[in-house]
């Protein structure tokens, strides 16, 4: 009977290696003692819940990327929410600043939170997969905070500061919170991986460079109603919802073995936050995604820019509009990555964040020098922004690596933590640099020193944040290690 235990655990472990599905069938004259049963029984339940490789990467990653269009759309239509508050429903500027600055500080608790929540889930669904129906919750709050009913000024703020917080902190940050744990359970394949972010984020891209452009002319067909806003938002909202739930409805995640569920249940938080700090390589691409984040929300210095330097506001859509090309870099990113490695693909884009600020520091207001500079700015941004998922599942995998446990939520509860972080630093940089300066907007002519900072915000910061992305990456030296972390694992190599 031991003999027979061992033959089949030998042959467990050479068909899960390859890949292949295993059917056994046990003759009615064998007896096997519970114990054996049990143990083989248990490695035939891991095999048959292993995922398999995608066949088609291509309609993967198609499927994949409607979640993310959902998410991104909500997320850039959101960023209307100070000019609806203000110019629609006429609350305090200063008042909206706050409410959402108050929801900003909530939203990066909730991110360690949603972590130890996705790491104690357990459902026939899997642990990612359920919540990515938050998107129905995210556009449905979303239609009710563009349709204000009327009311005093005290009942408007707490309308939306709840709208706000139940739209950014909760939902979106559960359906972002999970979302790299849903693509580690879809598929193990690590280069498939890399092909569907890429794929999704060039598709995501275009649709979202695409909403971006209609958006203005949304907004003036609005005309600060707020029966036309709520129209507007529910007839973009209703479609969205649909979209992203393709990706719920048609990729299915891996779900836990008994073993895996039992051990993810005995996982205190205490042990979780330990594991969690042993892993070095997930705060350096913390680091890493905050800069990156507070690069990309210095972007809004192209209007100040364009306005106070170049002396035509009009040309900044001309030079952004360079930002058409992304879906195209984006689709060779996989080949790329596979020849210089994921680690490699982004420091040559912070290589291209420096190089931005030369040649926009020799361009000045020449136009063709500016496209190029922006060119290269959105080429430092790209690497780390598509590819995000594939260094978490490393980190996630190292974790494993390292303990034996899964804390696959909290592990990714970091990045998502960071690159809130980023965006609140970036709007309270360029609120205090300028300040400092005297900006003062009401003036046709702005001082040196307001001229300044916005040459320093605009054409400076970015390249220094790209040499300090630089230098931290050179710790960064888990790739190299992945191939035996996989195979120590259990999982294929790339």
């Not at 068909?15 to 029984?41: D, M, P, Q, W």
């Not at 490789?53 to 997320?75: D, E, N």
């Not at 035509?312 to 090309?325: G, P």
């Not at 003036?443 to 300090?468: D, E, H, R, T, W």
Request: glycine share 8%; hydrophobic share 45%.
């Amino acid at each position: 009977m031991k003999s027979f235990g061992k033959t089949l655990r030998q042959n467990c472990e050479q068909i899960r290696k390859n890949g292949a599905v295993l059917f056994v069938t046990f003759n009615a004259g064998i007896s096997i003692s519970a114990n054996t049963y049990y143990e083989e029984e248990h490695i035939l339940e891991e095999i048959h819940s292993t995922p398999a490789k995608p066949r088609k990467v291509g309609g993967f990653a198609l499927k994949w990327s409607t979640g993310a269009i959902s998410i991104t759309s909500a997320a850039v239509y959101l960023t209307y929410i100070q000019y609806f508050c203000t110019n629609v429903v006429k609350m305090d500027t200063v008042l909206v600043g706050i409410l959402i600055m108050a929801s900003k500080i909530f939203d990066g608790i909730t991110d360690v939170l949603v972590g130890f929540i996705v790491d104690k889930t357990h459902s026939k669904l899997g642990k990612g997969r359920p919540y990515n129906l938050s998107i129905v919750a995210v556009w449905g709050f979303m239609i009710a905070l563009f349709s204000m009913p009327d009311m005093s000024q005290t009942w408007k703020a707490v309308y939306v500061v709840t709208g706000f917080t139940l739209i950014t902190s909760v939902f979106s940050t559960l359906f972002l919170g999970s979302e790299s744990v849903y693509l580690r359970r879809s598929t193990d394949d690590a280069q498939a991986r890399t092909k569907i972010l890429a794929i999704s984020g060039a598709v995501g891209s275009l649709f979202i460079i695409s909403l971006s452009i209609a958006l203005p002319i949304l907004v003036g067909l609005a005309q600060d109603t707020v029966r036309g806003w709520s129209i507007i938002t529910t007839c973009l909202g209703i479609p969205l919802i649909a979209i992203g739930l393709i990706r719920f409805f048609t990729i299915k995640e891996k779900p836990d073995t008994v073993e895996e569920e039992k051990i993810a249940r005995d996982t205190t938080v205490r042990e979780s936050v330990s594991m969690l700090f042993r892993n070095k390589y997930i705060f350096l691409i913390g680091v890493v995604l905050l800069i990156n984040s507070l690069s990309n929300n210095l972007t809004v210095m192209n209007t100040y820019y364009f306005k106070d330097i170049v002396g035509n506001i009009n040309l900044a859509s001309a030079v952004s509009a360079v930002a058409l090309l992304s879906p195209l870099v984006v689709a060779f990113f996989p080949g790329l990555s596979k020849r210089l490695g994921t680690t490699g693909l982004v420091r040559i884009g912070m290589m291209c964040g420096v190089l931005s600020t030369v040649v926009r520091l020799i361009g000045k207001t020449n136009i063709p020098l500016l496209i190029v500079g922006n060119l290269l700015f959105t080429l430092s941004l790209l690497p780390m922004q598509a590819l995000l998922n594939v260094f978490v599942i490393d980190c996630m995998q190292y974790t494993q690596y390292q303990s034996g446990k899964r804390i696959d939520g909290v592990v990714a509860s970091v990045t998502n933590f960071c690159g809130k972080i980023g965006i609140a630093l970036a709007s309270g940089i360029i609120g205090v640099v300028m300040g400092k300066a005297g900006y003062d907007g009401s003036l046709a002519q702005q001082s040196a020193s307001a001229l300044n900072s916005i040459i320093f915000l605009y054409a400076i910061l970015p390249g220094v944040l790209s040499l300090l992305s630089l230098l931290i990456l050179h710790f960064y030296k888990l790739e190299k290690q992945m191939p035996k972390i996989r195979e120590a694992i259990g999982e294929p190599p790339q």
